[in-house]
C-alpha cells in the first residue's frame, strides 16, 4: 500500500497526521530482529571469506612442502651434446649420470607427395566417377564416397562424402576436412597455368605413411598428371652406446632413462652425450617454503588479532580457536625434517638447513647456515627424499596439511557448517521480511482510516463553528 504524507493546515481548519512518518518509527522498532539477522549474515559471510583464504594459503604452503619433500627436486640433471646440430639432448630430473655415444644414421620423414598437371585452382581434380579418391593414413583409408576402412572393414557414409565432378581445391578441402595427419594444399608451380596438389603427412615414420589413389588424370592413356614422391615416409635410425634403435620420431624418450634425445641430422660420426648433475635449486626450494610458511603465519595472525594487539581486530579475534589447527602447523615445522639413509633414521633441525624460526611465529632464511650444509653435502640428503614433522610413516606435516585441505577435510567441513548456517539465517531472514511487510500494510492502513477519521471530525467541527458564528451574527443583527 501506498503511503502518503499529509501536514496540519491550520490556516484551513484542518487537522491530519504523518502516517508515513509515524509508520516508519513504528517499523524501525520491528525491524530490529531483521537487522540482527542480517549483521549475522554479513558476519558468516566474512568468516566463509576467511576460511577460503586461509585453506588456500595452507594448500600453497603443502605445494611448496610437497616440492621440498620430492628427492627428483634437488635430483635434477643437466645434458650436453659434443655437437648438438647433429643430437641435442634433454634431461629430466634423476637422469643417470655419464656420458653415452649417439651416431645418427637417418633421420625419421613423412609422405610428401606433389600431383602436377592442373591449369588452374579451380580445375577439375579428375576423381575417378566409379570408385572415387581414397587417401590412406597411419593405415586407415578415407574414400570421397563417404568410406571409411580400418583393419579390412569398411563403414559407409563415416566421413563427408565430396560431390561428383570437384575441383583441385575442392579435394584439398576435403582432405584437409578429415581432421587426421596429412595436410593438403594447393599452389602455383612454374607460372599462372602451372598448379600443383601437394599432400604431406603431418607425422614422421612408416607407421604414419600415406598414399592415395583414384586421380584419372594420373592413370589415362595419356596421363595428364604426374605424381612425384617428394618423401617417403621413413623411421629414424640411430645407434646408442653400440646398440642400433629405429623410432617413427626423431624425438626419442625410450633408449635411454630420464633422457630425451634430439636427432636433427645425419652423421656417420658418433656425438658424446654427457649427464651431469644440474644446477643445485637447494636453496630455492627452501626460500620458497619459507615464503609460503611466512604467508600462512601472516594471514592468521591478522585474522586472530585483537583490541589488544591492534587497532584492527581480525574476524577471528572472539574465536582464535577456530584456528587453532595453524599451532600444530608450527609445532610440526619447528620438528626439522627427517630421512632415511642406510637403513638409520636421522633428523636434521631446521636451522641446519638455513631456516631460522622468529619470534613472531615466521622463520628466515640464514644464508651462511645454509651455505655451511650446502658444503656439508645438503643437497645429497635431499634428493634421499625427506619427511617434515615426522612422528611416523603415517603421521607427519603433511598427511596433517592433507587432513585439513583436502574434500571433506577439516577446513572444508567448517567451510560447509558456516555456509548452510548462512543458508539457514537466509530463510529466516526471508520469513520474517514477508511478515514485517505485512506488519507495515497494517499500520499503514490504520494509521491511514485514523487520519481519514480526524480529517472527518475536522471537517464536521469546522461547519458546527460555522453554523454557531452564523446565528450569532443573525441575533446580533436582530
Given at each position: 500500500m501506498a503511503v502518503s504524507s499529509t501536514s496540519s493546515n491550520s490556516s484551513a481548519g484542518t487537522s491530519s497526521i504523518d502516517v508515513a512518518a509515524i509508520v516508519e518509527q513504528l517499523m524501525t522498532v520491528e525491524n530490529k530482529p531483521l537487522d540482527k539477522i542480517k549483521t549475522q549474515i554479513e558476519q558468516k559471510k566474512l568468516i566463509i571469506s576467511d576460511l577460503g583464504t586461509i585453506k588456500s594459503k595452507v594448500a600453497t604452503f603443502q605445494d611448496a612442502l610437497t616440492l621440498f619433500q620430492t628427492p627428483t627436486t634437488f635430483n635434477n640433471s643437466a645434458a650436453s651434446s659434443s655437437d648438438a646440430t647433429i643430437v641435442s639432448a634433454t634431461a629430466s630430473n634423476g637422469a643417470v649420470k655419464g656420458n653415452h655415444s649417439v651416431t645418427v644414421t637417418s633421420l625419421a620423414t613423412a609422405t610428401r607427395n606433389t600431383v602436377t598437371g592442373y591449369t588452374s585452382s579451380t580445375a577439375l581434380a579428375t576423381v575417378d566417377a566409379a570408385t572415387g579418391f581414397a587417401i590412406t593414413v597411419a593405415g586407415t583409408t578415407y574414400n570421397t564416397n563417404g568410406s571409411k576402412t580400418v583393419n579390412g572393414v569398411t563403414t559407409a557414409n563415416a566421413v563427408t562424402v565430396l560431390g561428383a565432378n570437384p575441383t583441385v581445391t575442392g579435394l584439398k578441402n576435403w582432405i584437409n576436412g578429415l581432421g587426421v595427419n596429412v595436410n593438403a594444399s594447393v599452389v602455383e608451380t612454374s607460372g599462372s597455368s602451372s598448379w600443383a596438389l601437394m599432400i604431406q603427412g603431418t607425422q614422421t615414420g612408416t607407421t604414419n605413411a600415406i598414399?592415395?589413389?583414384?586421380?584419372?588424370?594420373?592413370?589415362?592413356?595419356?596421363?595428364?598428371?604426374?605424381?612425384?614422391?617428394?618423401?617417403?615416409?621413413?623411421?629414424?635410425?640411430?645407434?646408442?652406446?653400440?646398440?642400433?634403435?629405429?623410432?617413427?620420431?626423431?624425438?626419442?624418450?625410450?633408449?635411454?632413462?630420464?633422457?630425451?634425445?634430439?636427432?636433427?641430422?645425419?652423421?656417420?660420426?658418433?656425438?658424446?652425450?654427457?649427464?651431469?648433475?644440474?644446477?643445485?635449486?637447494?636453496?630455492?626450494?627452501?626460500?620458497?617454503?619459507?615464503?609460503?610458511?611466512?604467508?600462512?603465519?601472516?594471514?592468521?595472525?591478522?585474522?586472530?588479532?585483537?583490541?589488544?594487539?591492534?587497532?584492527?581486530?581480525?574476524?577471528?579475534?572472539?574465536?582464535?580457536?577456530?584456528?587453532?589447527?595453524?599451532?600444530?602447523?608450527?609445532?610440526?615445522?619447528?620438528?626439522?625434517?627427517?630421512?632415511?639413509?642406510?637403513?638409520?633414521?636421522?633428523?636434521?633441525?631446521?636451522?641446519?638447513?638455513?631456516?631460522?624460526?622468529?619470534?613472531?611465529?615466521?622463520?628466515?632464511?640464514?644464508?651462511?647456515?645454509?651455505?655451511?650444509?650446502?658444503?656439508?653435502?645438503?643437497?645429497?640428503?635431499?634428493?634421499?627424499?625427506?619427511?617434515?614433522?615426522?612422528?611416523?610413516?603415517?603421521?607427519?606435516?603433511?598427511?596433517?596439511?592433507?587432513?585439513?585441505?583436502?574434500?571433506?577435510?577439516?577446513?572444508?567441513?567448517?567451510?560447509?557448517?558456516?555456509?548452510?548456517?548462512?543458508?539457514?539465517?537466509?530463510?529466516?531472514?526471508?520469513?520474517?521480511?514477508?511478515?514485517?511487510?505485512?506488519?507495515?500494510?497494517?499500520?499503514?492502513?490504520?494509521?491511514?482510516?485514523?487520519?481519514?477519521?480526524?480529517?472527518?471530525?475536522?471537517?464536521?467541527?469546522?461547519?458546527?463553528?460555522?453554523?454557531?458564528?452564523?446565528?450569532?451574527?443573525?441575533?446580533?443583527?436582530?
Open positions: 598414399s592415395f589413389s583414384g586421380l584419372t588424370g594420373l592413370t589415362d592413356a595419356t596421363p595428364a598428371l604426374t605424381n612425384t614422391s617428394v618423401t617417403v615416409a621413413a623411421n629414424a635410425s640411430f645407434v646408442v652406446n653400440g646398440t642400433t634403435f629405429a623410432r617413427a620420431s626423431n624425438t626419442v624418450t625410450d633408449v635411454i632413462d630420464g633422457l630425451t634425445l634430439n636427432l636433427n641430422k645425419a652423421s656417420a660420426t658418433a656425438q658424446t652425450i654427457s649427464v651431469a648433475k644440474g644446477t643445485d635449486i637447494s636453496g630455492e626450494a627452501i626460500n620458497t617454503l619459507i615464503k609460503a610458511y611466512n604467508d600462512v603465519m601472516s594471514t592468521y595472525k591478522t585474522m586472530t588479532a585483537n583490541s589488544a594487539n591492534s587497532d584492527k581486530p581480525g574476524n577471528f579475534a572472539n574465536s582464535p580457536s577456530t584456528l587453532s589447527f595453524i599451532n600444530q602447523i608450527k609445532d610440526s615445522f619447528a620438528k626439522g625434517i627427517s630421512c632415511t639413509s642406510n637403513g638409520t633414521l636421522t633428523t636434521m633441525s631446521l636451522s641446519a638447513l638455513g631456516i631460522d624460526l622468529q619470534r613472531d611465529g615466521t622463520a628466515k632464511f640464514n644464508s651462511a647456515s645454509f651455505a655451511t650444509a650446502s658444503a656439508a653435502g645438503l643437497r645429497d640428503t635431499l634428493a634421499l627424499g625427506v619427511t617434515m614433522g615426522y612422528v611416523s610413516s603415517t603421521s607427519n606435516l603433511n598427511t596433517f596439511l592433507t587432513a585439513q585441505v583436502k574434500t571433506g577435510g577439516a577446513l572444508s567441513s567448517q567451510i560447509t557448517s558456516e555456509t548452510t548456517a548462512v543458508q539457514d539465517l537466509t530463510k529466516r531472514k526471508d520469513n520474517l521480511q514477508i511478515r514485517l511487510n505485512s506488519i507495515k500494510t497494517s499500520l499503514v492502513s490504520q494509521y491511514s482510516s485514523l487520519n481519514a477519521l480526524l480529517y472527518q471530525l475536522s471537517s464536521t467541527s469546522n461547519s458546527l463553528t460555522s453554523a454557531l458564528d452564523a446565528l450569532t451574527n443573525s441575533q446580533r443583527n436582530n
